[in-house]
């Protein structure tokens, strides 16, 4: 009887292997959606940080034009539309997550709208495409109500 109570088996059992993996897998359902919605909102974030950026430019070209501008490339960026990636800084290709172009321009009105792209454009319907206008108005194509 001695010998029986010192072999005993030490190791994890299946049934606590499988509640260690559900728990995991609860933990990772909860986290993967919160972190989708992060990305998506820091992306959106660079797309109203370049709109700001954009109608500063426009006031700076008013002011020494009389007159807004109707091509980004008047205003110092490198084509029109503007293509940003999610720093903000000029993309092409598969990084690229808004494009941004002038609208309804006239000597003193214009609309700035970032259309999103690729995997931005699928992720971030509720808010769609971002506008701001001349007069500062902020606007979004989607039904969402925080996307500035």
Same mark, same amino acid.
């Given at each position: 009887?001695?010998?029986? #109570?010192?072999?005993?088996?030490?190791?994890? &059992?299946?049934?606590?292997?499988?509640?260690?993996?559900?728990?995991?897998?609860? +933990?990772?359902?909860?986290?993967?959606?919160?972190?989708?919605?992060?990305?998506?909102?820091?992306?959106?974030? %660079? %797309? &109203? =940080? $370049?709109?700001?950026?954009?109608?500063?430019?426009?006031?700076?070209?008013?002011?020494? #034009?009389? /007159?807004? !501008?109707?091509?980004?490339?008047? +205003?110092?960026? $490198? !084509?029109?539309?503007?293509?940003?990636?999610?720093?903000?800084?000029? $993309?092409?290709?598969?990084? /690229?997550?808004?494009?941004?172009?002038?609208?309804?321009?006239?000597?003193?009105?214009?609309?700035?709208? !970032?259309?999103? +792209?690729?995997?931005?454009?699928?992720?971030? =319907?509720?808010?769609?495409?971002? &506008?701001?206008?001349? !007069?500062? %108005?902020?606007?979004? =194509?989607?039904?969402? &109500? #925080?996307?500035?």
């Amino acid at each position: 009887e001695m010998h029986k #109570n010192c072999t005993k088996q030490r190791g994890v &059992t299946l049934l606590e292997l499988m509640i260690v993996v559900a728990v995991i897998a609860l +933990l990772a359902s909860i986290a993967y959606p919160s972190y989708t919605r992060y990305i998506v909102s820091s992306k959106r974030t %660079a %797309a &109203t =940080s $370049a709109l700001l950026q954009i109608a500063d430019r426009q006031q700076q070209f008013f002011m020494d #034009n009389k /007159s807004y !501008a109707d091509d980004m490339t008047d +205003l110092g960026f $490198a !084509a029109n539309p503007y293509v940003i990636a999610d720093d903000g800084s000029a $993309a092409g290709g598969s990084d /690229s997550v808004y494009s941004i172009a002038l609208s309804d321009v006239a000597a003193t009105t214009y609309t700035i709208t !970032a259309t999103p +792209l690729h995997g931005q454009l699928e992720r971030d =319907s509720s808010c769609g495409s971002l &506008t701001l206008n001349h !007069a500062g %108005a902020k606007g979004s =194509s989607g039904s969402g &109500t #925080n996307c500035w």
